[in-house]
């Protein structure tokens, strides 16, 4: 688990901001989603829309009259370190395929990474309008309420999500297939964000991911904490809240003992 006594408490004028952030982006994406807007592909070869780069914009507005010290690494248009200590992480669009086909499962994901600490996570829904936000030593709340994740007393009746094998080494996901189909209650496939939402809210028990980016995780990082359940890489370590870290494993779980099950499960040969 990250440490927490570093960071002194949340202010309530950031999580302010990250909400003006989150209704802003909302504001764009909204317009674009189901009309017929081109697609492209990028470097890495991942779908990339106007709405993606043009809602990551809108936010980086903001925060360059708000906040014009701070950091900012985006999905779309890369890092700027700033000189305050804090660090805004944004992915406008997490499931852009999603986005693009017409499937509201989505959505944007803002961070605020402070002396190496996600302190803030925040994951908005723009079309059916949930928003889960972790704040660091107040709780997670979905559209205002607190939330927490359940225990799950028994791995073979745990229900986990995946994206999909796309994201997976081929070695790591025939086992991480093989694994969950043979050892869970059942697997859910696609969600990306949108599934450690449903885990804060207790309605999912795991989440398990592969080559997740910064901007993929730094927000989550929080929101599950925060609802009482355990982030972390595949062995166990912190997620890196630094750019030049990358293509981390992830298992998500509402409790401990879930956690070490996965974990395990994963692990083993």
Not at 24 to 29: D, G, H, M, P, Y
Not at 198 to 203: F, H, I, K, V
Request: net charge negative; aromatic share 8%; hydrophobic share 35%.
């Amino acid at each position: 688990m990250l440490k927490t006594a570093q960071n002194p408490s949340v202010s309530s004028e950031l999580v302010a901001l990250a909400h003006r952030l989150a209704d802003e982006s909302a504001k764009v994406i909204s317009k674009y989603f189901r009309s017929g807007f081109h697609i492209e592909d990028k470097k890495d070869q991942s779908p990339v829309t106007i709405a993606d780069k043009e809602a990551e914009q809108a936010i980086r507005a903001i925060l360059a009259q708000e906040r014009p010290h701070d950091g900012i690494h985006g999905e779309e248009f890369g890092s700027d370190r700033g000189k305050s200590g804090y660090l805004w992480v944004l992915d406008p669009i997490d499931g852009t395929k999603s986005f693009a086909t017409g499937r509201p499962i989505f959505g944007t994901l803002i961070a605020l990474v402070h002396n190496g600490e996600a302190i803030i996570g925040l994951l908005n829904q723009p079309i059916s309008g949930e928003r889960w936000i972790g704040v660091r030593g107040q709780g997670t709340t979905f559209n205002g309420k607190p939330c927490r994740t359940r225990k799950c007393p028994d791995i073979s009746r745990a229900n986990v999500s995946t994206t999909g094998p796309d994201l997976f080494a081929w070695d790591d996901y025939t086992k991480l297939y093989g694994f969950l189909k043979d050892h869970t209650g059942f697997t859910l496939y696609g969600g990306d964000c949108y599934s450690y939402g449903t885990l804060a809210s207790g309605w999912l028990d795991g989440v398990c991911e592969g080559h997740m980016k910064l901007h993929d995780y730094a927000a989550l990082i929080p929101i599950v904490e925060e609802a009482g359940g355990i982030i972390t890489d595949w062995q166990g370590r912190p997620l890196p809240l630094e750019p030049s870290f990358d293509n981390r494993a992830v298992i998500a779980s509402g409790d401990k003992p879930l956690h070490d099950a996965l974990k395990k499960l994963l692990s083993s040969k």
